[in-house]
Every structure is written in C-alpha cells, then in structure tokens.
C-alpha cells in the first residue's frame, strides 16, 4: 500500500500511530529500522539543521526539498510539518500540491501569524479565524487524493486560551481537515479534555521540557489520540551527544569510543550498503561458461 493510505489506514483503525521526529534521512531510517509506522519530518529539527532557530525562517522549498529526501529513503509514511503554509490560501494550495507531489502522506498547518515561533515558546500571534479557516479549505481543496491528510494546527492556547483552541479546532475540522493538532495543552486535565472536545481525530505532540506535560503513549492512547509526534528526542539527545563526545576529544586527545558498535561498515550498513553492493555486479554480463577460447 502506498504511504499516504496505509497512513489513512492505520489512523482509522489501528493503535494509536507514534511518529518520532527525523530531521534528515538518517534519522528517519533510524525510525524505520527500529519499527516504528511512521515517522515526523520537524520542522524545529529541520530548522536546526540548517544552523536556525525553529522561527519561519526556511521557505516552503527547503521544507519540501528535505521532505522529498526523506520519502526517497523509506519506506514508512512520512508526516511533515508545513508551519503556517507559508502565505495565504493561495500559498497554502501550492504548498499541500508541492508536499503531496514530494510523496509526503499527512502535513499540519498553523494558524500563526507568519514568521511563525515554536509552539512551546511564548510571544506567538494568531491570523483571524476566517483566515484559518480559508487556508484550511484551500488545504483540502488542493489535494489530489483524500489519502493525502491535512492536519489543522491551533496554538490559541497560549495565546486565547483552552475554549479558542478548542473552537478553531472544531473550525478547521468543519472546514474539511482531517485531524485536528492542539498544540501545548498545560495539564493532564486539557490533554485529557481534547480528544471529548473535538469533533474529530486529534494529534499529540511530545515535547520533552515543552509546555505539556509528560504522559506515557499508553495513556494518551486511552485518552483518544490517533497519531502522537514526538518531534525534538532525537535532535536533542544528538546536540547533547555531539557536545560530550567533542569535549572528551579536546580534553584527550583522542578519539572517544562511539555508540555504533564498529567502524565504517557497520555505519554505512545502517543505510543500505548490502543493496549496493548487490548492484556493483548485477548488471554484468555473465561470460560464457567456457571463456572465448571456447566460443572460437
């Protein structure tokens, strides 16, 4: 089954889907190998990998590009994020085209004003609700199948309050969205109230030392959530990673042990190497059996 419908698919029926965050194609292998259904293209560890802070600073070409590499190295439906769709309804109509086009399955669109802020940072400002919802119609318009979903994200909640996120949630799902993506509910309580509140499937997003508090799968799984994201572990524990590794070589002069259990072959076998080596020689012609002395 191709990505996006298996995607549809396993949100409609199966356990709860949990996605963990990739911001290259390495990490999303990692996500794949290590069996996950799905992965999450982030858009804060896109950002950082491009040395920037997760303010709207990359363009919705550089989002898509990275989203494309992704797609093309594996083989599990891949959800992006697309921040604020990157204009108006007119930019939003090219941007879910675009994505649909990478072979990206699901994205989720923000109803920030753009340049957009991380969801767990305080200062954000909202467009109008009408302005939401346009754009979300826009989404839904522009996509060239209904496998392809569109995610309706609010972060009214810092800025409104519980009730408006909740209403522009159920805005955005009567505007034709596909799930709806409160983002940073401050207590088990609203995290509990969302999936009761919401005329439609909801998202989680695990943000370690975010605005919401940490609350196993299992639980979230109870409470009513189809899909859960959990964008930053990877590229946080990497920075972290990358500084105690990079401070034990300046101190020693020598090269610290890895994680990765061996030397290059065991790193280029997490990313395909076998199937390259299978096709050094497939497309070789076998020589005859007895050599051209024979065939003379």
């Given at each position: 089954?191709?990505?996006?419908?298996?995607?549809?698919?396993?949100?409609?029926?199966?356990?709860?889907?949990?996605?963990?965050?990739?911001?290259?194609?390495?990490?999303?292998?990692?996500?794949?190998?290590?069996?996950?259904?799905?992965?999450?293209?982030?858009?804060?560890?896109?950002?950082?990998?491009?040395?920037?802070?997760d303010y709207g600073l990359l363009t919705m070409t550089e989002m898509v590009a990275n989203a494309g590499r992704i797609v093309g190295t594996i083989g599990v439906p891949l959800i992006s994020d697309a921040d604020t769709g990157y204009g108006n309804e007119l930019n939003v109509?090219?941007?879910?085209?675009?994505?649909?086009?990478?072979?990206?399955?699901?994205?989720?669109i923000e109803d920030q004003v753009f340049p957009k802020r991380c969801g767990h940072l305080d200062g954000k400002e909202l467009i109008s609700r009408e302005d939401y919802a346009a754009k979300i119609r826009a989404a839904a318009a522009a996509r060239r199948t209904d496998d392809f979903l569109v995610i309706a994200r609010t972060d009214a909640r810092g800025v409104a309050g519980f009730d408006e996120a909740i209403a522009r949630c159920n805005l955005a799902i009567d505007a034709g969205a596909d799930m709806a993506f409160f983002e940073a509910p401050?207590?088990?309580e609203e995290v509990a109230a969302v999936p009761r509140a919401v005329k439609g499937p909801c998202?989680?997003?695990?943000?370690?030392?975010?605005?919401?508090?940490?609350?196993?799968?299992?639980?979230?799984?109870r409470m009513g959530y189809r899909l859960a994201i959990v964008p930053g572990m990877l590229m946080s524990s990497i920075i972290g990673l990358c500084d105690k590794l990079l401070a034990e070589l300046k101190a020693t002069g020598l090269t610290p042990a890895t994680f990765s259990g061996g030397g290059p072959g065991v790193t280029f076998a997490r990313v395909g190497a076998a199937d390259w080596d299978r096709r050094r020689t497939a497309f070789r012609e076998a020589a005859p059996s007895g050599g051209r002395d024979a065939a003379e």
């Open positions: 089954m191709a990505p996006a419908p298996c995607l549809k698919s396993m949100i409609r029926s199966g356990s709860m889907v949990v996605a963990p965050g990739a911001y290259d194609c390495l990490t999303a292998k990692l996500i794949e190998q290590a069996g996950f259904p799905a992965a999450y293209m982030t858009g804060a560890g896109t950002s950082v990998s491009h040395g920037l802070p109509y090219r941007t879910v085209q675009s994505f649909e086009r990478a072979g990206v399955a699901a994205i989720h401050q207590s088990v998202l989680f997003n695990n943000v370690l030392s975010g605005k919401t508090p940490p609350i196993p799968h299992a639980e979230i799984e």
